[in-house]
């Protein structure tokens, strides 16, 4: 089943995404400068991580103990 279609799932891959942007914009910071287009949607990702670490960090959490128990 598709990731967009299990809503777990797309939790979990959002999750996932603005976990590694933000990763990748604390050590490649050049990698995330276009702030437009595609790109900017990676760096708008990176800004939610940044900014929201505290809450991104427990819903990491949170998901990781629902994928490993249910």
Do not use: D, H, Y
């Amino acid at each position: 089943m598709s990731a967009l279609f299990n809503f777990q799932s797309f939790l979990t891959v959002v999750l996932l995404v603005i976990c590694t942007c933000t990763f990748v914009k604390i050590q490649a910071p050049k990698l995330m400068e276009q702030r437009t287009g595609f790109r900017g949607f990676f760096w708008k990702a990176a800004r939610i991580g940044e900014r929201l670490s505290p809450w991104v960090g427990g819903c990491c959490l949170l998901m990781g103990f629902t994928v490993l128990f249910f």
